[in-house]
């Protein structure tokens, strides 16, 4: 295995995927677990919902892995990130990382979730209690296309 990268509309299964990342070179493994937080920016949040164009999604996050594969010559690079409706506390995104040396998984790792977030078309609009939505990322003007 090189490097993964997928959308899922379920719950990813952390244990699973982990299982995948080990190998004998690598002594280092590194997992980075975006969760729901329950407020943002003083507001109760009751949840997210995000949307993918999945096939440019898909192909965008596979760059992205082997880019770090490449860049930082590690073992294995994994990316899961969901779509749908997530709750407060849930598993929205998911990297793992193995690699020789623990540097280059952590650097790895890091460059993962930073350039998902930045390049990946994936849009989060945020629910919050009181009953208003907004779209947060990558912008308010940039919400995804209706189907």
């Known amino acids: 295995m090189t490097g993964v990268f997928s959308i899922s509309p379920n ?7 982990r299982r995948t990342l080990a190998t004998p070179g690598a002594g280092a493994v590194v997992c980075f677990e975006g969760r729901v937080r329950d407020r943002n920016e003083g507001r109760a949040v009751s949840s997210l919902s995000y949307q993918a164009y999945r096939e440019l999604a898909e192909a965008e996050g ?15 690079a994994l990316c899961v990130h969901r779509v749908g409706e997530l709750a407060p506390d849930e598993l929205a995104v998911w990297v793992g ?9 952590f650097d790895a790792c890091r460059y993962v979730i930073d350039q998902v977030k930045a390049r990946v078309p994936i849009w989060k609009r945020e629910h919050y209690v009181e009953g208003r939505a907004e779209w947060l990322h990558p912008s308010a003007e940039q919400a995804p296309p209706r189907t």
């Open 62 to 76: 596979r760059k992205i892995v082997e880019e770090a594969r490449a860049r930082f010559g590690i073992a294995h």
């Open 11 to 17: 719950a990813i299964d952390v244990e699973a995927l």
């Open 97 to 105: 990382i193995s690699a020789a040396h623990r540097a280059a998984a």
